[in-house]
């Protein structure tokens, strides 16, 4: 049915505008037959009066009389007797000779003559001139009779002249309701296609551009309708917040798939090296600058081993081991693990440690690996010298640390982008170590964040919550994990 295939703008113009027409009809219609009826009443009784009025003396017998009643009553005035004769009128004998023996037909005259009323109404066309009359016996003379024959066409005409006005009014008014109909059906219908539209958009571009899933939808309007757009970006944001978990979790993945085959490829040799190492280096013989020198290839070996274990611990992560202490230890460690490289890239630290921190629940080994993770990324920045400063202060009842270089800086596009596992701007590396840090410190129920300097370079800002929050970070984290790869598994 075409109905069915119709726009809701034409599903709610034509209705309404069909609805209109036909109250526009009836109304025009009642309109002029009350105006008619109306009239034809008014005048009919203004004859009445008057011919009740002449029935009831011999004005009706007098020429003259009738002649100036015609102009105030707007009828001929026709007296004639029982046998036919004309006593006055109105009308020429011999100009209008068939209009009289009209008026006076045999069946009118019996009827009106032998009735019980003496008076009688009757519709008369003559010569295509409609006729209203009405007859009156004179009341002292039952032979006389008077009729009033008043020409209607002008009131006929009248009343299709009022016809038409109306019509043409209704028309008028017709179309422009049919006009502001579809203005209004279009109002509600507009918001409805570009929401179409959009979602149109989002079906074929969804999985092409993240760009397009964050779009809002073009509908601004408070109604049904607006909420309608609202729950669509709601359920799109939500959507692409799945897609980006699961985008996510494959990357989180393939990220554990290569850490246990590096973990199996590097272990054994580096074992090997470490364990050559430290016999060398326990040698009583030894000159200083040797020692020295074997002690930086062990903390390398060191950074290697802390690699491997961090990308073990971001695709398989474990439980943490809870401690409650001062933030402000765990950085000062991260700080003299990398001493010998800040020393060796001639990076000089400056601390700005708050006292008085609140104590936070930690896990103090995987904490001092995300500031590592920092540390490393701001000496890499800095690779013929500058400054690194690190801040720690109290932000709510939590703690904030803030980790600066004076490298070349970040663009703010790629802030975000450089927490996605294998996204590195860097030409040697895999992308991991922030990927680490992120996992870390959102475990602890925290948060980690990078921006460009006004003054140039980059900072790394690290909150964490107080203790209460973290038992409930480290479930939801554990529970987040399984369901990525519950996704992983079933993709």
Request: hydrophobic share 45%; net charge neutral.
């Amino acid at each position: 049915m075409w109905w069915r295939a119709a726009s809701i703008r034409n599903k709610i113009a034509i209705p309404f505008t069909l609805a209109f027409i036909l109250a526009i009809l009836l109304t025009a219609a009642i309109s002029v037959t009350l105006m008619a009826r109306q009239e034809e009443t008014r005048m009919q009784r203004q004859i009445e009066e008057t011919a009740e009025l002449v029935a009831g003396s011999d004005l009706a017998e007098n020429p003259m009389v009738i002649e100036k009643l015609k102009p105030i009553i707007g009828a001929d005035i026709v007296t004639w007797k029982r046998g036919g004769d004309v006593i006055a009128s109105t009308l020429g004998d011999t100009e209008h000779r068939e209009l009289l023996d009209a008026l006076r037909v045999p069946e009118v005259t019996q009827d009106l003559f032998e009735g019980p009323t003496g008076s009688l109404v009757r519709l008369l066309d003559y010569r295509g001139t409609p006729f209203r009359v009405t007859y009156r016996r004179l009341r002292d003379r039952p032979d006389t009779a008077v009729a009033f024959a008043v020409d209607t066409s002008e009131l006929i005409e009248a009343q299709r002249s009022v016809a038409k006005t109306i019509a043409l009014i209704s028309g008028l008014t017709v179309l422009a309701m049919a006009l502001l109909s579809r203005l209004i059906a279009r109002s509600i219908t507009n918001p409805v296609q570009r929401l179409v539209r959009h979602m149109r958009l989002v079906r074929h571009m969804g999985r092409l551009s993240s760009g397009v899933l964050e779009r809002k939808a073009p509908v601004e309007s408070r109604d049904e309708i607006g909420r309608l757009a609202r729950a669509f970006d709601e359920m799109t944001s939500q959507l692409h917040s799945l897609e980006a978990k699961v985008v996510h979790a494959e990357k989180l993945a393939l990220a554990g798939q290569l850490a246990a085959r590096v973990a199996h490829d590097l272990r054994t040799p580096t074992t090997s090296i470490k364990l050559q190492t430290q016999l060398l280096a326990g040698r009583p013989d030894l000159d200083e600058k040797s020692r020295h020198s074997l002690q930086a290839i062990l903390e390398e070996i060191a950074r290697i081993e802390r690699f491997v274990t961090g990308l073990l611990d971001a695709s398989r992560p474990s439980e943490l081991n809870l401690e409650t202490g001062n933030v402000n230890t765990v950085v000062e460690e991260a700080l003299a693990v990398s001493a010998s490289q800040l020393a060796h890239h001639h990076i000089v630290v400056e601390r700005r440690f708050a006292d008085g921190l609140p104590q936070l629940s930690m896990d103090g080994d995987r904490l001092q690996q995300a500031l590592l993770n920092v540390i490393q990324n701001s000496i890499e920045a800095m690779p013929t010298g500058g400054l690194l400063s690190v801040d720690t202060a109290e932000d709510g009842s939590g703690v904030r640390i803030a980790i600066c270089d004076d490298g070349p800086g970040i663009e703010p596009e790629v802030a975000e982008l450089v927490f996605d596992p294998f996204f590195t701007t860097k030409r040697e590396g895999v992308g991991l170590g922030l990927v680490n840090t992120k996992s870390i410190v959102e475990r602890h129920g925290g948060t980690v964040s990078l921006r460009r300097r006004s003054e140039g370079g980059a900072c790394a800002i690290i909150r964490l919550p107080a203790a209460a929050a973290v038992a409930g970070a480290e479930e939801a984290t554990a529970t987040a994990f399984q369901l990525a790869k519950g996704a992983r598994v079933s993709g």
